[in-house]
């Protein structure tokens, strides 16, 4: 069983930037999809951003276009989301997910993917 766990979540003021990261339990995420879904209070779960080929291929919800940036560290035990300019209405709780199969494609939907962590919340105050 994988085990993914997000840190870096904490209250900010609009406009300011964030990091998130997801750290793998007894796997590494190389050669696997990896992605970010958000939740907030009353909507439904929503993709944010994914990840494949190390970092080599992404996609993003049209409302993480030019202000988020998914990534992996160097020795691709971390997948990070890089959040700038935030708004109130990016606060939510974030989830990391990764892929059980090998995964070339990032995929933007919650049922390729079958790892989760516990989430970690982002507050943004004006």
């Known amino acids: 069983q994988v085990q993914l766990t997000e840190f870096g979540g904490g209250e900010v003021q609009a406009g300011a930037a964030l990091t998130l990261s997801c750290t793998s339990s007894g796997r590494t995420f190389e050669h696997y999809a990896s992605a970010w879904f958000r939740q907030a209070p009353g909507k439904e779960r929503e993709f944010v951003a994914a990840t494949a080929r190390n970092g080599q291929s992404a996609r993003y919800s049209e409302f993480a276009k030019n202000r988020f940036l998914v990534d992996t560290n160097g020795a691709r035990d971390a997948v990070l989301l890089h959040m700038s300019n935030l708004k109130p209405e990016d606060s939510a709780i974030y989830y990391c997910?990764?892929?059980?199969?090998?995964?070339?494609?990032?995929?933007?939907?919650?049922?390729?993917?079958?790892?989760w962590g516990q989430g970690t919340r982002v507050t943004v105050s004006s």
């Open positions: 997910a990764t892929t059980r199969d090998l995964s070339d494609s990032p995929s933007g939907s919650a049922s390729s993917y079958s790892y």
